[in-house]
């Protein structure tokens, strides 16, 4: 389980880091700072089922979740949002801390 958690959380921070590069390169190039954001990159990724999240989000879980945490979350970029759950999932698969004090030596 260690495994994927810090499979997946190099992968998002990887990813994180090729749209932070992008967006650089996009602002380097028109002049102007603008990040995409992950509502965007998800609809890119998702064209189908993207917009099929509200009204299920909506019906199945509660409509307070969708208007200000899912829509703040989508209008995030997306470099930000990956590398802090990337992060989250690095710091969830870490090896156990030894204990100190306790010897394993016999």
Do not use: C, Q, Y
């Amino acid at each position: 389980m260690r495994f994927f958690l810090r499979i997946l959380g190099f992968l998002l921070v990887a990813g994180g880091f090729v749209s932070l590069v992008i967006d650089g390169t996009r602002a380097i190039a028109n002049s102007t700072v603008a990040f995409t954001p992950l509502g965007a990159t998800l609809l890119a990724i998702f064209p189908k089922t993207f917009p099929l999240i509200e009204p299920a989000v909506a019906r199945h879980v509660h409509p307070f979740l969708w208007d200000p945490v899912l829509l703040s979350l989508f209008t995030a970029p997306t470099f930000a949002v990956a590398a802090v759950i990337g992060l989250a999932f690095l710091w969830l698969g870490r090896r156990p801390a030894e204990p100190i004090g306790f010897s394993t030596k016999r």
